[in-house]
């Protein structure tokens, strides 16, 4: 097969091979074969492309039933590095990962005072990124491409102008923008329970609330579930609406209805507020989870996913404390046998789903992509969306 045609089999052929190799780890030809559907000889012509180039690298072998011992291949952690980037309102975390997503180096800074002063955010990502090549002593050569993951404030046309001034501020030929809540969701399916088998409703909640759902590790759909309709003619909530989710369940509107009990309590969206909800009052505790496992059971019996992953900080300081209670008020309320489970116990979850951008690029391409994707008059280019 010549031309386009067999340009585009070839850059298949390779990337179910990488994709396969990225999430189910050292495997054999065979196996590779298996995973992927193609014939061994493809797989074969395959593998010894990628290991010319060190994308892969050989970890030994295993016994087989009879005959030669089948050697088991692996991606290259070593390759080259990504970096991923969490922009908050408060803070802006810059790391620095090897190929298979292991940290190598991280730092922090204040976010500036606007985060539509893009000039001064993105200096501020470039002193990052500068800090943490020479803490991993690498260099800009090295670094396959970056994934840089924003808040809701600054919106997509922002990030995607984000996305641009960063390339060519830094020289970097990838650099990929997304927002925080696809970037958590992301993390979850590559290294979380949402990469299992089966269709996975990733609930992120931080002061807002979003829901995004995960197949086979890729994202198929995100919505803004925290404007759904919980209580009728409720709550007042930022949108214009009254009774929205998201004033019941999303960290601001459970730190109001503390201070409408209480009095005194700290700001929503301040430190004071976030330290307050990682522990707060069992009544009102008993009152959120009440609240959250109703709305995650009204959304698991439209979108009938297997299992619901908890993310997001506040979304973890509840599954810490109130899983198994969680779990019990889906059973009663849920058509089916959906489970819930805890994401990933870190606060760099948004970091690591920006980071797996450049390599998501990597695997749909097949191969590294700052070979082909090319230059845009001569610069690196930015860009503002990436494969799921």
Known sequence: MRGEAGREMRRYNRSSVLTALYHEGPSSRVELSDATGLSCSVV?????????NRVIRTVGAADSRGGRPRILVEVNPDYGSVVGVDVTEDNVQIGLYDFALRQQAVSHFRAPGSLSDLGALSQRIIAGLRSV???AKTTRGAIIGAGVAVPGPIGVPAGAELATELAGRSGLRIVLGDNRVRSLARAEGWLGAAG???RTAVVVLEAEAHVVLIEDRRIEWSGDWGHTTLVYDGRPCRC???????TYIGADGVLERHRQL????PKPGSKAGRRLLTAPHPELARETVGYLGASIAGMTNLLQPERVVLTGWFGRALSERHLDELRENLAERALGPTTIEAGLATAATARIGAAALPICAFLEYGQDPR??????DGRPAGFPYAVP
């Open 44 to 52: 074969s012509r395959v593998v010894t492309e990628l290991l010319s």
């Open 262 to 265: 209480s009095g005194g309590t």
């Open 371 to 376: 070979k082909v994707i090319p230059l845009e």
């Open 196 to 198: 299992k088998a089966g």
């Open 240 to 246: 214009g609406a009254r009774g929205c989710a998201e």
């Open 133 to 135: 090549e020479r803490a």
